[in-house]
């Protein structure tokens, strides 16, 4: 049977939730969003056109898949929940260009995904996602070399802030960094927890992270500075020197650590947090030339 008409009210919602008699599992984080003016603003602050192939992480019962299928070229959604299948196709019968995967998207080679669909051109990515599962999925994105134009995500309030806070704040961390190394995060929707089914216990954001077409620093060895960026936020508390000396992943006598904390002109208490991007661009690069001499 054919679904008709758009999910994002609460009655339309709740019609297809009682229909299949769906039940929500904590596991998979589940909240839907049942505000039809929230999907139409991420949908048109993501910039989806006709020429764009999107790849969509945890549509749940398709709420936004309808839209991101009206306005792109093409859609893939990605659902671990198998349970949420069966709508999926119920709902979106209507559309021909939308292939739904029930898989776990850490899993997925997306660079191939991208390769198939849209010729190895830059992808938009759109996703309402389970907080507990936010960084790795961001994370594992910009890590893969998938090509990326942009990614739109709702996520936890705090944690969209965290995205794009600088030096200083006590949200500033190793997630601030990440992002900020391989995109321009901002912010473009606050989104209350009455805007979901169920209602979760927090406030959302809707977030657009807009991929640099070069990193704003210049980097010598990236898997160092980013052992050196997590070393630093593991022990927040601890000085620099301190917490790059006790880290489980770099393996450095402290005679490097301190002289290249000297170079980079810090006092030698200063803590990671009082560090920017381009600081620990050139912290990173002054213990590269220093193990590589």
């Known amino acids: 049977m054919e679904f008709n008409g758009h999910l994002g009210t609460p009655a339309n919602t709740l019609a297809v939730i009682n229909k299949y008699q769906f039940a929500f599992q904590k596991k998979f984080g589940q909240n839907f969003?049942?505000?039809?003016?929230?999907?139409?603003?991420?949908?048109?602050?993501?910039?989806?056109?006709?020429?764009?192939?999107?790849?969509?992480?945890?549509?749940?019962?398709?709420?936004?898949?309808?839209?991101?299928?009206?306005?792109?070229?093409?859609?893939?959604?990605?659902?671990?929940?198998?349970?949420?299948?069966?709508?999926?196709?119920?709902?979106?019968?209507?559309?021909?260009?939308?292939?739904?995967?029930?898989?776990?998207?850490l899993k997925v080679d997306i660079k191939s995904l991208a390769e198939e669909k849209n010729g190895g051109r830059p992808i938009k990515v759109v996703a309402n996602l389970p907080y507990y599962i936010t960084t790795p999925i961001i994370m594992g994105l910009f890590e893969s070399s998938v090509p990326i134009d942009s990614i739109t995500i709702m996520v936890q309030k705090e944690v969209a802030c965290r995205m794009q806070v600088g030096p200083g704040s006590k949200d500033y961390g190793a997630l601030s960094l990440a992002v900020q190394y391989y995109a321009k995060p901002q912010v473009i929707l606050n989104v209350p927890a009455s805007c979901f089914l169920p209602k979760p216990n927090v406030d959302s954001a809707v977030i657009k992270l807009t991929r640099h077409e070069t990193a704003p620093v210049s980097v010598k060895d990236e898997r160092l500075m980013f052992a050196v960026i997590r070393a630093s936020f593991n022990q927040r508390r601890k000085t620099l020197a301190n917490a790059?000396?006790?880290?489980?992943?770099?393996?450095?006598?402290?005679?490097?650590?301190?002289?290249?904390?000297?170079?980079?002109?810090?006092?030698?208490?200063?803590?990671?947090?009082?560090?920017?991007?381009?600081?620990?661009?050139?912290?990173?690069?002054?213990?590269?030339?220093?193990?590589?001499?």
């Open 33 to 105: 969003l049942i505000d039809a003016n929230v999907v139409e603003k991420i949908v048109r602050e993501a910039g989806v056109t006709k020429e764009d192939f999107v790849l969509e992480i945890g549509p749940g019962i398709g709420t936004m898949t309808q839209l991101l299928c009206e306005n792109a070229r093409e859609v893939t959604a990605v659902e671990i929940d198998k349970n949420l299948i069966p709508i999926l196709r119920d709902t979106l019968s209507g559309y021909d260009n939308i292939t739904i995967l029930n898989e776990d998207v």
């Open 244 to 293: 790059l000396n006790n880290s489980g992943e770099i393996h450095l006598p402290k005679e490097i650590i301190a002289s290249a904390i000297e170079e980079l002109c810090q006092n030698p208490s200063v803590r990671g947090e009082a560090l920017t991007l381009q600081q620990f661009a050139d912290l990173s690069n002054m213990i590269y030339d220093r193990i590589n001499r």
